[in-house]
């Protein structure tokens, strides 16, 4: 079975564009969560979507924005990029009422 | 506030002894609890996980223990192997009515290196 699928695996923006990152989940996972990783921070929660809807955010701002489609794929988008933006941004996908997440191999951002 | 902690920065073991990793956790809401490994610049891959019911899971060289009581959880690794170098997170889910929504919280990891 593939795993979690993300792309671009790599990408360079410069402040003030904004970005879309794509996730495929998993085939039968309908839940996708995703995360940032910094150095600072550690792993940082965005937000989750299962059936097309979000239900659960983490704090981030509004900049930070998401959408699920009907076959479970996902995007995350981040307007109006700061240089702290730059990070490994991490897609997970889950069973329905399963906790255990399987990760994506992450889009790496770079804002310059 | 961090609510999970994995207080050791690094580890470092010698091949074929064991590798034990710590984690502590302050929301007692939490109740099921992960171990991931992770390379540099890849996804954090799913090792074993512990529900709040049990102290104890095993699969193959690799066994979760949870004391609730202590708030802390631990992975060991028997016997090491050099491959099993990497960063190790330890996660945790709260459930809310029977899910999580989706979000886990992480330490900050721990480095493993395993010397041949």
């Known amino acids: 079975k593939a795993g979690v699928t993300q792309t671009p695996r790599y990408l360079i923006k410069t402040r003030g564009q904004q970005v879309t990152l794509s996730c495929s989940p998993i085939?039968?996972?309908?839940?996708v969560s995703w995360y940032q990783q910094t150095p600072g921070q550690g792993l940082q929660f965005l937000f989750e979507?299962?059936?097309?809807?979000?239900?659960n955010k983490g704090n981030f701002p509004g900049r930070f924005s998401g959408r699920q489609f009907s076959n479970s794929r996902s995007e995350m988008n981040v307007s109006t990029l700061e240089l702290g933006d730059s990070a490994l941004y991490l897609c997970a996908s889950s069973f329905p009422l399963s906790d255990t997440q399987y990760f994506g191999p992450g889009t790496r951002l770079t804002v310059l | 506030d961090q609510q999970v902690k994995q207080n050791s920065p690094s580890l470092s073991v010698q091949e074929g002894r064991i590798s034990i990793l710590n984690c502590d956790y302050t929301n007692s809401m939490f109740d099921y609890f992960l171990w991931y490994k992770k390379y540099p610049a890849e996804g954090p891959t799913f090792l074993i996980s512990?529900?709040?019911?049990?102290d104890k899971n095993e699969d193959g060289r690799f066994t979760v223990f949870l004391n609730k009581s202590a708030k802390h959880l631990s992975l060991h690794i028997v016997p090491s192997q050099p491959g099993d170098s990497a960063v190790y997170f330890c996660?945790?889910?709260?459930?809310?009515?029977?899910?999580?929504?989706?979000?886990?919280?992480f330490g900050q990891g721990t480095i493993l290196t395993v010397h041949p």
């Open positions: 996660a945790a889910s709260a459930d809310a009515g029977g899910t999580s929504y989706g979000k886990l919280t």
């Open positions: 979507y299962f059936s097309e809807t979000q239900r």
């Open positions: 085939s039968g996972h309908r839940s």
């Open positions: 512990i529900s709040s019911i049990k």
